[in-house]
């Protein structure tokens, strides 16, 4: 698919971080798109940045871990849109409850709901759709958690990695089941690395959490233990400090990455463009890419394979 306008996409996840600038850059090349999001305020947003693109934009409130809510995305879709997609970017995700053995069972199933479920009842939604089109694309966002699942010692990150190479696994599995099924339809799996986005902000709203500045100790008790397993003096902390550190942690995630959202996306349309069915996005993603692969016994070995990021499960 080398270009862009005229079509019809769907991206999930497109009230921030790289769904913004997919929604934004597709309607830019003249795309047709429908966004969804459970953030009405960051749905607007990206409709405002989006107005004068040549491409029309609808925004609809979706949790995709929800087949219902998919299913009434579906409905919304089909009536602004019609019955024919060209592609459908599953970008939605979250992080957090990054341990198996001690965090929360109905939170970790919730990352897990969100991350690959919600993949898979949008790709089983839309199916039909992109198989009505002459050419489409399914564009599935793993992560490089979706090949190395980690962030370094001292922070178990169990429900988003797991996901993670559960949604790498199934793209890879669709390539051979398309080709003999419907060959017209393409599957490419992303793999980010650092972007600079929200997740981590989001993250913590979606699960309800208050802002940083009004946690209490309560709220911070995961944080204060991830930073104690880090070899961080955490009970030294006061709450203050431990609210300030997780304010740093929110906004530090998406100001020092290596990559911001907008970079990201044009990577991934590149991508796609190029007719790649394995896109890593960021050089620490290649590079990671790279380790990896050379040496998997020392994956996870502390003084082996790292990737230089900021802890999405703390609280």
């Known amino acids: 698919m080398d270009t862009f306008g005229g079509k019809r996409a769907v991206v999930t996840g497109g009230g921030s971080g790289m769904g913004r600038e997919l929604v934004v850059q597709l309607a830019e090349a003249g795309c047709s798109v429908a966004t969804c999001d459970v953030n009405a305020t960051g749905l607007a947003e990206t409709a405002s ?30 009536a602004a849109h ?26 970790w199933e919730r990352v897990f709901a969100v991350d690959f479920f919600g993949v898979y ?28 699942a980690s962030l370094g010692p001292g922070i178990p990150h169990t429900a988003y990695s797991t996901a993670k190479f559960a949604v790498k696994g199934f793209s890879e599995a669709l390539i051979e ?13 992303v793999m980010p690395g650092h972007i600079g986005t929200d997740i981590v902000a989001n993250s913590r709203r979606y699960f ?9 100790e309560e709220d911070l008790v995961p944080m204060r233990e991830s930073l104690a397993r880090q070899g961080v003096d955490a009970e030294s902390l006061s709450l203050d400090d431990l609210r300030g550190v997780r304010k740093l942690m929110e906004e530090g995630f998406r100001t020092t990455a290596p990559l911001d959202a907008a970079g990201a996306a044009t990577v991934i349309l590149d991508g796609i463009r190029a007719g790649k069915w394995r896109i890593l996005v960021g050089d620490d993603a290649v590079r990671l890419d790279q380790q990896v692969r050379a040496n998997p016994e020392a994956a996870y070995d502390h003084q082996g394979i790292g990737l230089n990021t900021i802890n999405l499960t703390a609280g």
């Open 177 to 189: 089941d398309l080709r003999l099924n419907a060959p017209h339809v393409k599957v490419a799996v």
């Open 82 to 107: 019609g019955g024919v997609l060209e592609l459908l970017f599953n970008n939605a995700g979250i992080g957090g409850a990054g341990s198996f053995v001690v965090d929360d069972p109905e939170d």
């Open 208 to 216: 309800g959490q208050p802002e940083p500045d009004a946690m209490g």
């Open 121 to 148: 009842n949008c790709s089983r939604a839309f199916l039909p759709e992109l198989m009505a089109a002459d050419e489409s694309v399914l564009v599935n966002t793993s992560s490089v958690n979706g090949f190395w």
């Open 49 to 78: 940045r989006a107005a004068h693109a040549a491409g029309r934009v609808t925004t609809h409130i979706c949790d995709v871990s929800d087949r219902q809510q998919v299913a009434r995305l579906h409905a919304e879709v089909t």
